[in-house]
């Protein structure tokens, strides 16, 4: 005995033992997938359907009133893979007239194959600490030194490039086999092919077709492709992002943790926001007196030197309530339910509230802090002098 | 590789050709079409064929109309409009050529 599924194929309505539903189910997913940009993708999808139907219909009679996994099959095979080449010839004008180049650019890329995703993964051929910054040099095809000019620059203002250094060290996986090696440094085939594309010279092939019916279909095929090309990598940095989550989960086992939302992320926020009052109270005293809270800096140290040590200090400080923060925002996006977003929002909400409102009574009522803001352009001021100066010097 | 390997691109080609050679005789619906081919070396399924046609519908080679069967739901019958009877009879034309030259060549 086996359960039976009712179905809807073209109007018609077919019952499909279970396992003969998935076939059909996995068949109809593929052809959707294999004629992914063709702009008749519904009606084909539709008229296949009712072929199906069609056969269906000649299978069944008076007592038999089951469509059996097999003869699904059977009906399956009998219909063949989806082959569309709509992308590759489409517009017998431009495959006569376009010739050349961009023609067979189209051919190049059969529709619906999925190209290998690039990967994110830490590279130690070269590394300085673990990949970290070699990694995401070669994900996003940029030079090293700059990824890793940007994490200490972030660790400086923010105090959260270590952070997010550690964290990705431990969430990003190295790239070990030669097939990992490759996802990790080849630049994406749709990446490639786009690079490719844009060099043939998306004009300089218009111009080559002689009529305008031919420049119409190409300029609508470009376009698909832009389309699919962005469709794909969307694609890849949803796989990434879902990777990386994954392995967050796995280290911390946070999957099961279940935070009390009501109680401590609010407690988390006040400490969060009592750490910004002190932090913007020090850097009024520093910019308004030269003096942290009466204690005068070590003769010899420009302002803006205090300034980026406080602001470490501060990130320093700061990163684990802002990761707290964080992690009870995740915890609550991964439950389901309204209320958990609700607090999310009002957090958020009474945090910038609270701060803000601060700032404000701050500056218009001491004239200290008055002080500082006006203190403000002839500290920058400095430290760009001395960047410069520091420049030209060395 | 076969000869039947070989071929395989050429007659994939040809597809297209046949497919309007079929139509311009009368209207017809795919299985009808399907059942034509059958019984040549142009054996093909409805995965490939409801693409292509397709896809000469929005050249302009074909269009179809809906008609009443009876048994079932309506069916699509394809007719060749005026575009596709002209590449019909420039394809013969062409055809016709092409295999004078085979026929011909090395010939003496």
Request: with cysteine; proline share 5%.
């Given at each position: 005995m086996n359960k039976v599924t009712t179905i809807n194929l073209g109007g018609i309505s077919f019952q499909l033992e279970e396992a003969g539903y998935d076939a059909l189910r996995a068949y109809l997913d593929d052809a959707a997938a294999r004629l992914q940009g063709n702009p008749d993708r519904d009606e084909i999808l539709s008229d296949i359907e009712q072929a199906i139907g069609e056969k269906f219909r000649g299978l069944l009679s008076g007592y038999k009133n089951v469509i059996l996994t097999r003869e699904v099959e059977a009906v399956l095979s009998q219909m063949g893979p989806i082959q569309d080449d709509a992308g590759a010839a489409s517009g017998a004008s431009t495959t006569a007239s376009g010739g050349g180049s961009a023609s067979s650019s189209g051919a190049a890329q059969p529709a619906g194959t999925a190209p290998a995703p690039k990967r994110l993964y830490r590279i130690p051929e070269g590394a300085m600490i673990a990949g970290v910054c070699n990694g995401l040099a070669a994900y996003f095809n940029i030079d090293p030194t700059i990824v890793r000019l940007a994490f200490v620059l972030l660790t400086l203002i923010w105090g959260a490039g270590i952070l997010v250094y550690i964290i990705m060290a431990i969430v990003v996986p190295q790239a070990l086999t030669p097939d990992e090696k490759a996802a990790a440094t080849g630049v994406p085939p749709t990446?490639?092919?786009?690079?490719?594309?844009?060099?043939?010279?998306?004009?300089?092939?218009?111009?080559?077709?002689?009529?305008?019916?031919?420049?119409?279909?190409?300029?609508?095929?470009?376009?698909?492709?832009?389309?699919?090309?962005?469709?794909?990598?969307?694609?890849?940095?949803?796989?990434?992002?879902?990777?990386?989550?994954?392995?967050?989960?796995?280290?911390?086992?946070?999957?099961?943790?279940?935070?009390?939302?009501?109680?401590?992320?609010?407690?988390?926020?006040?400490?969060?926001?009592?750490?910004?009052?002190?932090?913007?109270?020090?850097?009024?005293?520093?910019?308004?007196?030269?003096?942290?809270?009466?204690?005068?800096?070590?003769?010899?140290?420009?302002?803006?030197?205090?300034?980026?040590?406080?602001?470490?200090?501060?990130?320093?400080?700061?990163?684990?309530?802002?990761?707290?923060?964080?992690?009870?925002?995740?915890?609550?996006?991964?439950?389901?339910?309204?209320?958990?977003?609700?607090?999310?929002?009002?957090?958020?909400?009474?945090?910038?509230?609270?701060?803000?409102?601060?700032?404000?009574?701050?500056?218009?009522?001491?004239?200290?802090?008055?002080?500082?803001?006006?203190?403000i352009p002839t500290v920058a001021h400095d430290m760009a002098d001395s960047i410069r100066d520091w420049w030209n010097h060395h | 590789m076969s000869v039947d390997e070989k071929f395989f691109a050429i007659r994939k080609g040809l597809l297209e050709f046949l497919l309007l050679k079929i139509i311009s005789a009368e209207k017809v619906y795919v299985a009808d079409i399907l059942k034509q081919l059958s019984e040549t070396e142009f054996s093909t399924q409805e995965g490939t064929l409801y693409p292509l046609l397709s896809k000469m519908r929005r050249e302009g080679l074909v269009d179809y109309e809906w008609k009443e069967s009876e048994a079932g739901p309506p069916r699509k019958y394809y007719e060749l409009t005026a575009k596709g009877r002209e590449q019909l009879r420039e394809t013969l034309d062409y055809w016709s050529r092409i295999s004078g030259t085979v026929k011909n060549l090395g010939q003496k």
């Open positions: 990446a490639q092919d786009f690079i490719r594309r844009a060099k043939q010279g998306y004009y300089e092939a218009m111009k080559s077709f002689p009529d305008r019916q031919a420049r119409r279909e190409w300029r609508r095929r470009f376009k698909r492709d832009m389309r699919n090309w962005s469709a794909n990598v969307q694609r890849e940095a949803t796989a990434t992002a879902q990777d990386c989550r994954r392995n967050w989960e796995h280290y911390w086992g946070m999957g099961t943790w279940n935070p009390g939302l009501g109680l401590a992320l609010p407690v988390v926020s006040l400490l969060h926001g009592a750490l910004v009052i002190a932090w913007i109270c020090t850097l009024i005293s520093l910019l308004a007196t030269g003096t942290v809270f009466g204690v005068v800096l070590p003769v010899g140290m420009p302002v803006w030197v205090a300034v980026l040590i406080l602001l470490f200090v501060y990130g320093m400080m700061v990163w684990p309530l802002k990761a707290a923060r964080r992690a009870f925002y995740y915890g609550a996006r991964g439950a389901p339910g309204a209320p958990f977003a609700l607090f999310c929002v009002m957090d958020a909400f009474i945090w910038v509230a609270v701060v803000g409102t601060l700032l404000w009574l701050a500056v218009h009522h001491f004239p200290q802090a008055h002080e500082a803001v006006r203190n | -």
